[in-house]
């Protein structure tokens, strides 16, 4: 899907600057934040890695596996999500954190993963939500069906 998504994006605007990622498939498994952040560390060695995350995960970073390893491998950068202002937003408790707030300025994506998944259920349009090319996907593999 993030294949897809890509030619879409470079399609409509010509950015050209992303580049996917098959590490997590390569390794195989179950795979954690924490481990993808080792190995992309160990290509990237000179480079500040910066995980972009919502502030309804952010909110839970404490919870993932490995906190510390998480801070120390990576900055943060979180995006505005429905129901966590950025006033009340609860900064993680992992000694070490570095997090830039995206300005809400930005934009605030009001629609999450669990949501796409439970609109797919319910028979929703995706539309404006997703890229099209994800949306063919989808439909193609029959993917997140009851």
Known sequence: MLRRALVDLT???GERRLELSELELERGGVSYTADTLRALSEVHSAETLIW????????RLEQWREPSELARLAEWAVYARPGYAWTELAYPRVPGLRAHRV???AGCWDVSSSEIRARIARG?????LVPDKVIEYI???GLYRA
């Open 124 to 128: 929703e349009t995706l539309t404006g």
């Open 11 to 13: 399609q409509q605007t």
């Open 139 to 141: 439909r193609e593999t």
């Open 103 to 105: 300005h809400e300025t």
């Open 52 to 59: 972009i995350v919502g502030a309804d995960q952010f909110a």
